[in-house]
């Protein structure tokens, strides 16, 4: 299943599954923008490589797509139970709508009620889950998933497209 989207600033993005060869490209995406999340949530003292923690942290549990503009790898996202576990877009391609068509391939996919936690200090990622109709609906500090010697605080963001279509013909 794939789909494609016209942007004006990033040309064509086409998201297709995620194949065994995109293993490398998806690391670089994630080991650049996991430096960049962290920068102003927990800290980079936090930061692991996708290699370390994939597995542990179920980066292959549910569905995996990756996108890709031009025919160059521009990000990836991961659900899992109409959970979002995984999104993130080339560090070099960020506010290009790389990690919005993500999402809402994802979401087209997903069935209603879906949720995803985003990390405190990280606005871009709020504002684009916030813009794209999810609410915040608990806001809790732990250990951070995947590197739990650090504190971090999330906030859980829930999407439900029933509520929102019936909203929406109000």
Do not use: K
């Amino acid at each position: 299943m794939g789909c494609v989207g016209r942007w004006s600033r990033a040309g064509d993005i086409s998201i297709r599954p995620y194949s065994d060869d995109d293993w490398n490209q998806i690391a670089r995406i994630h080991d650049a923008a996991r430096l960049d999340e962290l920068r102003h949530s927990v800290g980079v003292e936090a930061f692991l490589t996708l290699e370390q923690t994939a597995e542990a942290e179920g980066l292959f549990d549910g569905q995996l797509w990756v996108a890709e503009v031009d025919g160059t790898m521009a990000g990836f996202v991961a659900l899992d139970d109409n959970e979002v576990t995984w999104l993130y877009a080339d560090h070099r391609r960020y506010r290009q709508g790389i990690g919005r068509a993500l999402l809402r391939h994802a979401l087209a996919t997903a069935g209603p009620g879906v949720e995803v936690t985003v990390l405190d200090g990280n606005p871009a990622a709020l504002g684009l889950y916030l813009s794209e109709g999810f609410t915040v609906t608990e806001t809790r500090t732990g250990s951070l998933a995947g590197n739990e010697s650090f504190t971090a605080t999330g906030h859980i963001m829930h999407h439900d497209a029933e509520i929102r279509t019936h909203l929406d013909h109000i």
